[in-house]
Structure formats: structure tokens, C-alpha cells
């Protein structure tokens, strides 16, 4: 799938974020087009025509490509006269009318996925207050795109291959348990809820998949319903993480992660933490 399909909604979600928080009355962004190093300007927002729509910034060039080549936000007071950035969009950028622009890059694991603009139709100097707050909206597009990737990487582990059979090992199960428990960390930080559901119906699929049973796994056992955070909190359990560095993943107190340890070990009648995560892998809730 190509990755401006993959991102359309994060995009056009973060351009109505990126208006409201900075002010800014044009937005407009998108992501790196798959195995590239140019941005296609997929979404626009505030924008009176379409001259940017659809627009191809290579890396170097223009202000958005100046971001992408350094990696950091970067912005001008007067994008058509400005002597820090070169000038191969001058053209659709004096059709919409803007001057003052601000561009913020998109960065998953060290590596530019995009960008997003703001911009003014008057030259005025964008302060700190502006340009921290473009850059808050881009960390959230970096994170569902981090969510994104965990949730494809976790569906492609749990699709069956030929020949795999019996043969599938304890080390590349420990590999699907451990993404499966960063993926449920990552659930609670998404503030959309499609996104959301999405990804906790992408941990039940995987938690749920036919696949061959892997040493030490037996028949699931009758259904036992938890709280998701409890799911949670056993996923990171299952991982060998310790309670203080689970309540580090999932944003809790060590005290709460404890409190839902409990709970989740009473309801599958379970003595220890070993015995919680082997129940709940019995009972179809973690892989």
C-alpha cells in the first residue's frame, strides 16, 4: 500500500489540529511517496485554490524540502523573496497568496516521512509559540504512524505461510508477544478513536489467529473477559518487562500496574505472574 494512503487521515487530522492550535489560517502537508525521497502534498486545509494540491517537493528544495534535507523545522517570513531557501515552488505558492510559512518535518525512527505547513497570507514573523506548537501536532502524526507500522508488522507476523506448520520457533513467537505488548502500549496514546479501535481489533486478530500452536501453548481454554488495561499490563508481563517499566510504557504509577496485575490474575485464577500470562494466552487474549 502506498504510504500517502496509508497517512491520509493522520494528515488531514493533523491540518485541522495544526489551524486550531497555531492560528495559522492555511495548512497543508503530506508524506514521502513509497521507496522516494519527494513529498506529495496530499491534503490541503484553509486553502482558497489548488495549486498546491497534489504538489511534489524534493528534498533540498523550496522550504519544505529544506526541511526534509535537515530533518528540523524551518520557516520564512516572506517565502517569494526569501534568500534562505530556493525557489522551484514560488509559482503555486504566490497563487494560494502566502507569504509567511513554516514547515515541520515528519520523523518515524530517525527517518523523514513527510511534512507539515503552516502559513500566513501576510508577512509576519512566526514565533516559538507557533512553531512549538506545529511541531507538538507533528510528534502526534509521527506516533500514529509508529502505531501504524506496529499493527502491519504484527498482522504480517500472524499471517500463516507455507511450510511453516509445527515449525514456527519459540524465537519468532517471543518476537510476535514482544510487538504485540508494544503495540497495546502504544493504544492508549492515539487520540483517534477509529484509530483506536483499529488497532485494538489489529491485537485481538493477532491474539486470536489460527496459528500453529508454538512450544508450550495449549488449547485455549473458556473465554475469560479482562479490562484492556489488564490485557495490557499482561502483554507487557509476557514481554519480562517489571512492573515499574511496564507502568513507564503504559503511562501508570507502578502502584496501578500492580493493582491490574491483581485483578487479572484473580479473574483467571491464576497464583503468580507467569501463570496470569499463560492463562491469558489459554484464553485467546495474548498471543
Known amino acids: 500500500m502506498a504510504a500517502e494512503t496509508v497517512g491520509t487521515v493522520e494528515i488531514r487530522t493533523a491540518l485541522l489540529r495544526l489551524r486550531r492550535t497555531t492560528g495559522l489560517p492555511v495548512a497543508f502537508g503530506g508524506l514521502i511517496e513509497s521507496g522516494g525521497r519527494q513529498v506529495r502534498i496530499q491534503e490541503l486545509s484553509g486553502t482558497s485554490t489548488t495549486a498546491l494540491r497534489a504538489l511534489t517537493v524534493s528534498s533540498g528544495n523550496g522550504l519544505g524540502g529544506k526541511a526534509l534535507a535537515r530533518s528540523r523545522p524551518c520557516a520564512v517570513t516572506d517565502y517569494s523573496s526569501s534568500r534562505h531557501i530556493s525557489h522551484e515552488y ?30 500566513l497570507r501576510d508577512a509576519q514573523p512566526l514565533g516559538d ?32 505461510r507455507p511450510g511453516d506448520g509445527a515449525g514456527m520457533n519459540a524465537g519468532a513467537w517471543e518476537q510476535v508477544r514482544e510487538a504485540h505488548g508494544v503495540l497495546r502500549a502504544l493504544v492508549p496514546r492515539i487520540g483517534d478513536p477509529t484509530l483506536r479501535a483499529e488497532l485494538l ?67 483467571l485464577g491464576a497464583g503468580t505472574r507467569l501463570e496470569a500470562v499463560v492463562a491469558a494466552r489459554r484464553a485467546g487474549l495474548l498471543p
Not at 514560488?90 to 503552516?118: F, K, M, N, T, W
Not at 485481538?204 to 489488564?230: F, I, K, M, N, Q
Open 90 to 119: 514560488d509559482a503555486p505558492v504566490q497563487a494560494e497568496g502566502l507569504r509567511s510559512v513554516l514547515a515541520v518535518p515528519i520523523v518515524v525512527r530517525r527517518r523523514v516521512r513527510g511534512v507539515l505547513y503552516g502559513a
Open 129 to 160: 509559540r507557533t512553531l512549538g506548537a506545529a511541531v507538538a501536532v507533528a510528534r502526534d502524526v509521527e506516533q500514529a504512524l509508529v502505531v501504524r507500522d506496529e499493527a502491519r508488522a504484527l498482522l504480517a507476523a500472524a499471517e500463516p
Open 201 to 267: 481489533a489489529a491485537c485481538g486478530l493477532l491474539a486470536t489467529a489460527p496459528l500453529p500452536d508454538p512450544p508450550g501453548r495449549s488449547v485455549r481454554a473458556a473465554p475469560v473477559e479482562l479490562a484492556p488495561r489488564e490485557v495490557d499490563v499482561l502483554a507487557c508481563v509476557a514481554a519480562g518487562a517489571t512492573n515499574a517499566v511496564a507502568g513507564e510504557r503504559l503511562g501508570l504509577r507502578p502502584e496501578t500496574v500492580k493493582a491490574y496485575l491483581r485483578s487479572a490474575m484473580r479473574r
